[in-house]
């Protein structure tokens, strides 16, 4: 998983998409990531849509473009992880992060990646990240 989180990381910005509860695709900017217990995890606030539609249908899709213009597609299912353990450790490899959140906040939600297919493309081809 740490080439995975890494290619995240690389392409600074990544959008996640969801869908509504009628199915309407939303697609929002993140940039936090990190990997713990050798999973990749993201997260968000519990008082935002994007949470409550990754609760609702853990299906995501995430896509951020590279430096050198190749992009990163990934597809997983967001797996909403409760332990205050993760949410510290997310934070600790976020420095920014704590301007928002802090453990025990009560708005701080960490997701890991589960399924996980993720390529890097370019405009001749593609290859797996794995």
């Known amino acids: 998983m740490s080439k995975i989180a890494d290619a995240l990381r690389e392409t600074g910005v990544f959008y ?3 869908a509504d509860a009628q199915g309407q695709p939303r697609v929002r900017p993140f940039g936090a990531v990190a990997e713990y217990e050798g999973k990749v995890y993201i997260c968000t606030n519990n008082t935002k ?5 990754m609760i609702e249908n853990p299906k995501i899709e995430i896509s951020g473009m590279y430096p050198d213009h190749s992009w990163l597609r990934l597809t997983a299912k967001a797996v909403r992880d409760d332990r205050d353990e993760a949410r510290a450790a997310i934070l600790e490899a976020n420095e920014g992060l704590k301007r928002m959140y802090s453990v025990g906040d009560g708005i701080f939600e960490v997701l890991y990646l589960e399924d996980v297919t993720c390529l890097k493309c370019t405009f001749t081809g593609s290859e797996e990240i794995k």
């Open 16 to 18: 996640v998409a969801t």
């Open 49 to 53: 849509k994007c949470y409550k539609e």
